[in-house]
């Protein structure tokens, strides 16, 4: 079973109809167990020197906001796998619904200062595909939808799996100024630029690899001037 946070923690909601992500359990579901993961998913620390994130041929890319101070990039890699719920927008839940086994999917930080973000803090992956989100049916959670019902559920979650923190967060700011500089790029065209409010977006290719030549750059810069220091 699901562990919802207290009554005194619950999720928030806007007039937009989106309700802060909760907290996830870190219990698997029943019959679930890590090795399920699939193993073409490498597990990545910061470290990795020329880890390869790319995708096999028909891989899907997302954007999952989080605030950190409820669940964060660091939270996830020390529950490994966990679930993506609390969703309460029909346009971010039909887009999880699309969602796929091993899909990759940008953690975002969302409402919070530098340097934790807003911005890209790493990757995780698609472990399990859309069901019910259990938290809808509890009336001690957030997420609690009293016209949801276990035969006719509203709500989804999907599983996640973490895959890689990055050494910085890709500020928000450093996207905005990309897309400055390039208004007809990939970036420019990102719904995290355009649609700030939705909370599940999904990414082209292309602007996939836009944001990871960005975090690759951002990372050998601050080697560079690690080393400078040094000198």
């Known amino acids: 079973a699901l562990v919802c946070r207290a009554a005194g923690g619950a999720a928030s909601s806007s007039s937009r109809g989106r309700l802060r992500r909760l907290r996830p359990s870190g219990v698997l579901r029943t019959g679930t167990a890590p090795h399920a993961i699939p193993a073409t998913m490498r597990r990545l620390s910061s470290s990795d020197e020329g880890a390869d994130l790319d995708p096999p041929e028909g891989r899907q890319y997302f954007l999952l906001k989080s605030e950190p101070s409820e669940y964060s990039i660091g939270s996830l890699r020390a529950d490994v796998v ?8 029909y346009e971010a839940r039909n887009i999880m619904r699309s969602m796929e086994l091993g899909d990759l999917c940008f953690f975002y930080h969302s409402s919070c200062r530098p340097p934790l973000g807003p911005g890209i803090a790493g990757v995780c992956s698609v472990a399990e595909t859309a069901s019910p989100d259990e938290t809808q049916f509890d009336p001690d959670c957030g997420g609690y939808d009293p016209k949801s ?3 006719d559920p509203r709500w989804d979650a999907v ?3 973490f895959e890689r923190e990055f050494d910085e967060v890709l500020l928000l700011k450093e996207l ?3 897309a400055a500089l390039n208004p007809d790029g990939a970036v420019a065209g990102m719904d995290v630029l355009r649609r700030r409010r939705l909370s599940v977006t999904k990414l082209t290719l292309g602007q996939w690899e836009a944001v990871m030549g960005m975090i690759e750059a951002k990372e050998e810069q601050r080697k560079k001037d690690e080393g400078e220091g040094i000198d």
Request: net charge negative; aromatic share 6%.
């Open 159 to 161: 599983r996640v799996s």
């Open 82 to 89: 966990d679930d993506w719920d609390g969703v309460r927008n």
């Open 176 to 178: 905005k100024e990309e």
């Open 149 to 151: 019902s276990p035969d």
